[in-house]
Nanobody, 122 residues
Framework: QVQLVESGGGLVQAGGSLRLSCTAS????????MGWYRQAPGKGRELVAS???????NYADSVKGRFAISRDNAKNTLYLQMNSLKSEDTALYYC????????????????WGQGTQVTVSS
């Protein structure tokens, strides 16, 4: 019913920048929180940044001051501007959204994208 499609990943040198995008589509009623998570090889999935529908943001300590999360509610799109990238930022980045669908307006469910690879070379 709901699809999240990420784009913008790629290979970049350390110190460079990338911008990730995630667009939600389907039978959407409303989207509350949205966020970016990442998973490096051999590690668990961790929160990178999140933003509520009111624009309140939260960042992992490791990315504060380097990454910026934003959303365009009219386009159901989430962004992550990543600057001053480091080799330790290399991971598969996932988009997450809490969505109320047209069929279940009373309850939000978690949806995930397929992930976009970010590789930072040192």
């Amino acid at each position: 019913q709901v699809q999240l499609v990420e784009s913008g990943g790629g290979l970049v040198q350390a110190g460079g920048s990338l911008r990730l995008s995630c667009t939600a589509s389907g039978r959407l009623f409303s989207i509350t929180a949205m966020g970016w998570y990442r998973q490096a090889p051999g590690k668990g999935r961790e929160l990178v940044a999140s933003v509520t529908s009111d624009g309140i943001t939260n960042y992992a300590d490791s990315v504060k001051g380097r990454f910026a999360i934003s959303r365009d509610n009219a386009k159901n799109t989430l962004y992550l501007q990543m600057n001053s990238l480091k080799s330790e930022d290399t991971a598969l980045y996932y988009c997450h959204a809490e969505v109320r669908t047209l069929l279940m307006k009373w309850q939000a469910r978690d949806y995930w994208g397929q992930g976009t690879q970010v590789t930072v070379s040192s």
